[in-house]
């Protein structure tokens, strides 16, 4: 049973910095891409950022381009998602997500396997 854990989230002032972390449990981690998508109150579940097998493989959604970075250690099972100049638009549950590689995946429907998601709140 692959389990996908996030950790990490919290309260932030706006123009700061957050770390999540994913650590996965069960499965093959590296065979799977990794991404993370997140919910803002009273808003769909949108894509955020994907990493496939290398770094050859990478995605972002043009919201957070250049203010967020995607990486994994397939040695400890665990991707993060380095956050920074937030804003208040952040606000938001950020989920984990494991789907198949090895090219990054933009669309929910792509992955299988989700986390429960950990909560990001920016404040002005």
């Known amino acids: 049973q692959v389990q996908l854990v996030e950790s990490g989230g919290g309260l932030v002032q706006a123009g700061g910095s957050v770390r999540l972390s994913c650590t996965v449990s069960?499965?093959?981690?590296?065979?799977?891409?990794m991404g993370w998508f997140r919910r803002a109150p009273g808003k769909e579940r949108e894509f955020v950022s994907s990493?496939?097998?290398?770094?050859?493989?990478?995605a972002y959604s043009d919201s957070v381009k250049g203010r967020f970075t995607i990486s994994r250690d397939n040695g400890k099972k665990t991707v993060d998602l380095d956050m920074a100049n937030l804003k208040p638009e952040d606000t938001a549950v950020y989920y984990c997500?494991?789907?198949?590689?090895?090219?990054?995946?933009?669309?929910?429907?792509?992955?299988?396997?989700w986390g429960q998601g950990t909560q990001v709140t920016v404040s002005s």
């Open positions: 997500a494991a789907g198949p590689g090895p090219a990054a995946r933009v669309t929910e429907r792509e992955y299988r396997y």
């Open positions: 069960g499965g093959s981690f590296s065979t799977y891409t």
């Open positions: 990493l496939g097998w290398t770094t050859r493989f990478m």
